[in-house]
């Protein structure tokens, strides 16, 4: 099931962002969990990056580390496995590569809370 899950993850995600990249989300789980919480947070990334690539970031998701990922602004960002709290969770990143990491799933408007908490 999870792996399902994760293979309409990468096939629905999208490429495009609006014109000025404000940073970089990515989705991660890295291993089997509740199956609950995997079908939450593949419903809320399906749902968040259509809004999140409209407003300016880009997005990717990623099930093994260390994460690797191409971004709006830099091309081979590295996450590395330490900074991950949990299993299952978020990685904000700015074009200066500070980066913040979130752990469980959180609703589009958590998301978003969060994402205005650290891009502004």
């Known amino acids: 099931?999870?792996?399902?899950?994760?293979?309409?993850?990468?096939?629905?995600?999208?490429a495009?962002?609006?014109?000025?990249?404000?940073?970089?989300?990515?989705?991660?789980?890295?291993?089997?969990?509740?199956?609950?919480a995997d079908i939450d947070f593949s419903y809320y990334y399906h749902k968040s990056t259509p809004w999140l690539n409209e407003d300016g970031y880009s997005t990717s998701a990623h099930t093994e580390t260390p994460i690797k990922?191409?971004?709006?602004?830099?091309?081979n960002v590295i996450v590395p496995s330490e900074?991950?709290?949990?299993?299952?969770?978020?990685?904000?990143?700015?074009?200066?590569?500070?980066?913040?990491?979130h752990v469980g799933v959180?609703?589009?408007?958590?998301?978003?809370d969060a994402i205005n908490e650290f891009y502004r």
């Open 16 to 36: 495009s962002y609006a014109d000025e990249c404000k940073g970089h989300i990515i989705f991660y789980t890295l291993s089997d969990g509740d199956g609950e």
């Open 69 to 75: 990922t191409n971004t709006c602004f830099a091309d």
């Open 83 to 101: 900074i991950l709290k949990l299993s299952l969770g978020y990685v904000f990143v700015k074009p200066s590569l500070e980066m913040e990491v």
């Open 106 to 112: 959180m609703t589009g408007v958590d998301l978003s």
């Open 1 to 14: 099931m999870k792996l399902i899950l994760l293979a309409l993850m990468f096939l629905f995600a999208s």
